[in-house]
């Protein structure tokens, strides 16, 4: 018996209405925002316009440029919330929008009904009222990919303009997180594909639009960081350098705990009380346990700057077994392989530097709202949702069902079109939407609405 279908144009109207309620639901829940330390560290950068902590100023001058304490915070909430929940309601709309294109232009109500259950992900809800750097970056990722989508859907110049937004959203997400180096630069191949993937026309004209996104992420980059580093003095380069220190960092450490050659034959000098300490703070779950060592951080921080690179190629070289092994274990780690009690599931309320939060008018504890978004939260701690395996396993899939859907279809139509477009730009963003990488925090869990759904 066949499944009752809809119209897409009502499939649409839902997931868009039910989108926007979502956020309007989060804004109202969370408002003015969740604070923890590291936010309310930054809302001090806010408002003294001066850098105090090792996080990139991004954050902190969004803050303060919307108006900083409790305005700036709240702005970031709404920011999160529409990003997050029309970024979800915009890949539906290319979804659909395309298959409408191919011919099919009604919607099972099974595939419409698991739409509407990713939407409503508890997950989405618990996170996009938190003020945390992470929660940006995860929304902003999200918006770009969402944009990107729109642009393999949509024809000639309205194509260009979501890959142009895209571009420029993405060289903005570069600077939230230390991560943002390593794939922001790769999902710029998003917007680039969706404009130039199976696309008619001269090829000079799809190099030259793929040259206009380059050139839109490069000018977006340099004019957010003038702005911020107008607005946050003292900052330096703490979008990109802190994150390759870490790294290094962090896999020195690994190799030294896990490694099984004697102390005095490591690549570098290190006493036997100092590599105790190293191997005692060293986590697999996260590299924030290594700083509660004072004497393993003294070792570290004594790897002089401009010799950090040469240590950490050379460890890799002369410890390759502890180097995979400190890597296989970070990463079923952060797939939450061995669950989820080395991070913190979820923040509430407000707490920080107290001497920070004062400055800012801001006392500290937690509302009725909150305590109960924490009750809420806990049914779901130990969902698979709550669980980053899970979401790897649906984006696999997400592939897997992408690619057979788009040979199946190329099979049965003369020429692919669109949706040659949509496949290239499913098929890469799959790999990205969900990544968090190299283990540095395990706080964030965003699940994201794979296409091949719809």
Not at 43 to 71: C, D, H, I, K, N
Not at 134 to 144: I, N, Q, R
Not at 414 to 421: E, I, L, N, Q
Request: aromatic share 10%; proline share 4%.
């Amino acid at each position: 018996m066949p499944l009752p279908m809809i119209d897409f144009r009502k499939a649409l109207a839902v997931f868009s209405a039910l989108a926007m309620t979502l956020a309007i639901v989060a804004i109202a829940l969370h408002f003015p925002g969740q604070i923890s330390m590291d936010t309310s560290m930054q809302l001090y950068e806010a408002q003294t316009g001066r850098s105090v902590s090792w996080a990139p100023p991004f954050m902190s001058a969004l803050m303060r440029w919307l108006g900083g304490s409790e305005r700036g915070t709240a702005g970031v909430v709404v920011i999160c919330s529409l990003l997050t929940y029309l970024s979800l309601a915009m890949v539906a709309n290319s979804a659909l929008r395309l298959r409408a294109a191919a011919g099919q232009a009604r919607l099972s109500i099974l595939r419409a009904t698991a739409c509407v259950l990713l939407l409503l992900n508890p997950v989405l809800l618990i996170y996009v009222g938190i003020v945390w750097k992470d929660v940006l970056f995860s929304s902003a990722m999200s918006a770009a990919v969402a944009l990107s989508f729109a642009a393999a859907a949509a024809e000639g110049r309205r194509a260009l303009a979501w890959a142009a937004m895209a571009a420029a959203l993405l060289a903005m997400a570069l600077q939230i997180r230390q991560q943002g180096i390593f794939m922001a630069p790769l999902l710029l191949g998003l917007p680039i594909l969706a404009v130039v993937a199976g696309r008619q026309g001269a090829r000079a004209r799809r190099i030259g639009a793929a040259a206009i996104l380059v050139a839109t992420f490069v000018l977006s980059l340099l004019v957010t960081q003038a702005l911020v580093a107008q607005s946050i003095a003292n900052s330096g380069d703490k979008s990109h350098s802190v994150g390759f220190r870490n790294i290094m960092l962090y896999d020195i450490a690994g190799i030294v705990a896990r490694s099984a050659t004697p102390t005095a034959a490591l690549p570098v000098a290190i006493t036997p009380q100092q590599r105790e300490a190293v191997r005692s703070a060293y986590s697999s779950e996260r590299i924030d346990y290594l700083i509660g060592s004072r004497e393993a951080m003294v070792w570290l921080d004594s790897i002089p700057d401009n010799q950090r690179a040469r240590v950490w190629r050379k460890f890799i070289r002369r410890e390759p077994a502890a180097f995979l092994e400190h890597k296989w274990f970070v990463f079923l780690a952060l797939l939450d392989v061995n669950g989820i009690d080395g991070c913190l599931p979820m923040h509430v309320g407000v707490s920080g530097n107290a001497d920070y939060l004062r400055a800012e008018g801001i006392a500290e504890g937690s509302n009725a709202r909150a305590i109960g978004l924490y009750a809420f939260a806990e049914w779901f701690f130990d969902w698979p949702i709550f669980r980053h395996w899970f979401y790897a396993l649906v984006l696999l899939a997400a592939v897997a069902t992408t690619l057979l859907t788009e040979n199946v279809r190329r099979a049965h139509a003369s020429s692919a079109g669109s949706s040659s477009r949509h496949a290239s730009v499913a098929g890469v963003s799959t790999r990205y939407k969900r990544s968090r990488s190299f283990g540095w925090s395990s706080d964030t869990r965003y699940g994201r609405k794979p296409p091949w759904i719809v």
